[in-house]
Structure formats: structure tokens, C-alpha cells
């Protein structure tokens, strides 16, 4: 058990923050087993089979995010690779920014990680840093970008709902619920952990409350300097993340774009090929193309490519529309 103590000025700036890096992270522990709950099978089956197309080498990256295991430290993660966000939303190439300028004095881990990796990132810092930035990038478009707005649509319902919480009844109403493995009591949040004891004071430097798709039912924590204290949680509604929800054409939805369009933006509930869209809906494939390129110069679907295929997916906008529509859209407010 951790026990953090937050003094008023650690009240005040407690705030949240998404970041795309740990979430790179996260996800790359769920392809190496420690999604045991099978809550991310439909992400992980698809990825899986579009990393092994793309014939990478991600051993840079996947070396230095332990394998899940008995050892008490299988679960760490060097904090070098995900330092928290300094930003409420940063994009990812800002965080991989950080990464590149990593000083050499914090290269080291408890982590069960590879000596020659470590020995290889002390020996020749930049080189290797670099190589570690641009893997994480590649792995970003091929696993993550297709699924970003998704992801980005639960993290964001997560922090409104955080924010309501902290608005009805102050601190301990907001972390009353915010996992079972934390508890608030007189100033003080109890934090369940594997491996750690012992008490921690943050002397004003406040928590940052980092809400992350892939972590369930895991809440890790960053408390070490020099990182910004942090727990990176399971989000509410995480278990609908994946859930296919049934592709209904909203009226009013096809009175503005038409009902073929209506039909494709309704329809990208995941990531998706033209030819797949076309045998789900009975277009024809250069019917479904068309419609397609119309709904992208409209901001609307956005495209990923992924090996030899392309991908298409709602953006953010796209997600916002379907969901004003009240067509095909996630429940904001239920828990998972």
C-alpha cells in the first residue's frame, strides 16, 4: 500500500491530462499478455495481424515494456519511455520530442529489461533514443492512429465525468469511484501496490490524473522524481471501448449527407478497408471510394495506412456528428 499525501496546494493542482505516449506503452503490455481478461481481444486480433504484415522490427520498443510475470517487477515500466504530459493534451510527436532529449543520468529501470538494451541506450544515448522514438512513432500509425478518435472520445467522456464529479463534492467525491485500488481519506490517497509501501508526500507539486484505455485493472502510478506525480487509470465505460453497437442510420444524419455517407460514417464504429465496407454495406468498392473521399475533405473519416492496406476511420469531428445524430454512438455516462 502507498500512502499519498496531498497537502492543499497538492489539492489545488491536482488536474488530468491524456497522453498519446502511454498509451503506446499501455497497448504494446496488452499484445505481450497482460490483457488476461480479455477485454481488448477484438484490438488485439487486428493489430496482431497488421504488425505481423508489416514485417517491423519493434524490439526497440518492446524490450523495455516487460513481459507480465510472477516477478514483483515484471508490472514496472521505465518511466524514460512514457514520462507524464506536461500538457493537458500533447500531441504525440511533442512527447516523442522528450524522448529523444532524455538526459543519460535517467536511463535506468527496475524494469525486467534486457541488459544489452539498457547498455546499448547508455553506450550511445541519441542513436538510440532516436530509434526508439521513431518505432514508437511507426507503431503509433499502424496500431493506435486508426483507433485514436475512439479512444480519444472514452478518455475525454472519462475527464468530463471526473470533472462533474469534482464539482459536486470536491476531492473525495472525485476519487470516491475513481478505481477500487484507491481510496481517499483525510487527506491522504491510499494507493494498493504489488511491490511498494510506505508513505509519500508531492510538497506541492499536485497529482496528475492521467485516464488510459489500456491499463485496466491496473492503476499505475508515477510518484519518483523528477516526474510530475501521476496515476494513469482505467477510465469509466473502458468495457464498451470495443463494442461493435449497432450500425443505425440516423434520418437526420442521412438528410445532411446523404444516405450512402450516412451509412459508411455510421458504419466506421472501428477501423475499416474500402472492400470491407463495400461487402457490409452492398456498395460497390469505387461507390463506397467516392463516398469516402467526400467524407474525408469534410473532416469527417480520416486515413490510415497499414501495411498494403488502407484504413478509415471517424475522426473526431466525424464521432461528434454520429453522435449529435444519435446514431451508432457509446454510452457517455455508464461504467465499465
Not at 33 to 46: I, M, N, P, S, Y
Not at 128 to 148: F, S
Not at 156 to 167: K, S
Not at 305 to 319: F, I, M
Amino acid at each position: 500500500m502507498i500512502d499519498i499525501e496531498l497537502g492543499l496546494e497538492d489539492v489545488a493542482r491536482t488536474r488530468f491530462a491524456i497522453s498519446p505516449l502511454w498509451e503506446v506503452v499501455a497497448s504494446v503490455r496488452v499484445l505481450k499478455g497482460a490483457d488476461e481478461h480479455g477485454l481488448h481481444r477484438t484490438w488485439v486480433e487486428q493489430v496482431r495481424r497488421r504488425l505481423a504484415a508489416a514485417d517491423l522490427d519493434l524490439e526497440p520498443l518492446f524490450d523495455l515494456v516487460p513481459v507480465p510475470t510472477r516477478s514483483p517487477w515484471a508490472g514496472c515500466v521505465p518511466g524514460f519511455i512514457c514520462p507524464p504530459p506536461t500538457t493537458p493534451l500533447p500531441s504525440l510527436d511533442v512527447e516523442l520530442a522528450t524522448v529523444r532529449a532524455t538526459p543519460p543520468a535517467l536511463l535506468h529501470t527496475t524494469a525486467e529489461v534486457p541488459p544489452a538494451r539498457m547498455a546499448a541506450l547508455r553506450a550511445d544515448p541519441a542513436a538510440e533514443l532516436g530509434r526508439l522514438a521513431d518505432v514508437m512513432e511507426t507503431y503509433w500509425e499502424l496500431a493506435l492512429a486508426p483507433y485514436w478518435s475512439r479512444i480519444l472520445t472514452l478518455l475525454e467522456g472519462d475527464i468530463r465525468y471526473r470533472a462533474g464529479r469534482l464539482v459536486e463534492g470536491g476531492a473525495q467525491h472525485l476519487f470516491a469511484d475513481l478505481d477500487p485500488q484507491v481510496t481517499w481519506a483525510a487527506g491522504t490517497l491510499h494507493l494498493e501496490h504489488r511491490t511498494v509501501r510506505g508513505g509519500r508526500r508531492l510538497d506541492g507539486r499536485g497529482l496528475l490524473l492521467v485516464p488510459s484505455a489500456f491499463v485496466w485493472p491496473r492503476v499505475f502510478s508515477v510518484l519518483d522524481e523528477p516526474w510530475q506525480p501521476s496515476l494513469r487509470y482505467p477510465p469509466n465505460a473502458v468495457g464498451t471501448l470495443w463494442h461493435r453497437r449497432s450500425a443505425t442510420v440516423s434520418d437526420a444524419l442521412a438528410g445532411v449527407l446523404g444516405r450512402s455517407r450516412a451509412t459508411l460514417l455510421t458504419e466506421l464504429t472501428a477501423p475499416a478497408s474500402t472492400t470491407g465496407l463495400a461487402r457490409r454495406t452492398g456498395m460497390t468498392p469505387g461507390g463506397v471510394s467516392q463516398h469516402l473521399k467526400a467524407l474525408r475533405t469534410a473532416g469527417l473519416v480520416s486515413a490510415h495506412r497499414a501495411g498494403r492496406e488502407v484504413l478509415y476511420a471517424r475522426t473526431r469531428t466525424g464521432e461528434i456528428v454520429v453522435e449529435a445524430a444519435g446514431a451508432g454512438s457509446p454510452p457517455s455516462t455508464a461504467h465499465g
